[in-house]
């Protein structure tokens, strides 16, 4: 009798994670050879080979990905996404374009932790940006260790410096001393009214 794998030992031969064999079984992928009393998936050897052979030939897909930090830049987004649509479609590649709307120091938005997941799971093949910064404003090298580990290629079309950097990055350093100083002397204090006011000062008259 062949031996039976349980969802640790099946995720670890398929190289992805337990939760994405959870979701196949939802999907109809891959569903348990058989379940313990106790409710536990087990595997057959024979069906993940099976299963692994399939994932060879089904090539992982590409992800775009853009980003603008607030609601005043939307045309900007809509410019990086046509961008992004064009250079994947010019490239023959089946893609997938996922945007959101928030500061790059904010790791919290919706898309960009759905994009991790896939680059966790292991179904994301290559990730496609307009700017590195794109990502995230601190902190994208950790995102591409995690692609460089899981054999995701990291295809960043303008290599320089974007447009909109010191914008962007004014309006986080912003974020980051109107979250601090509401801690430190209250969201109504007037030292933190006269900080933040001074502030969006600095960044308005940055954009001149």
Known sequence: M?????????????GVSESTLRRWE???????????????RRYKLSSIHSEAS?????????????????HDQKADLERQKQVLELYCSSQGWQFEVLSDLGSGINYNKKNLKALIQYIIDGEVGRLVLTHKDRLL???AELIFSICEAKQVEVVIINQGED?????DLAKDVLEIITVFSARLYGSRSRKNQ????????????SKQ
């Open 2 to 14: 062949s031996k039976l794998l349980n969802i640790s030992e099946a995720a670890k031969i398929l």
């Open 26 to 40: 939802r999907e109809g992928r891959l569903l348990p050879d058989e379940r313990t009393k106790g409710g536990q």
């Open 54 to 70: 399939h994932a060879v030939q089904t090539e992982r897909k590409t992800v775009a990905y853009a980003r603008v930090s607030s």
């Open 137 to 139: 404003r601190f902190g």
């Open 163 to 167: 447009s909109t950097f010191e914008e």
């Open 194 to 205: 006269k900080l933040i006011d001074g502030m969006t000062k600095a960044v308005e008259d």
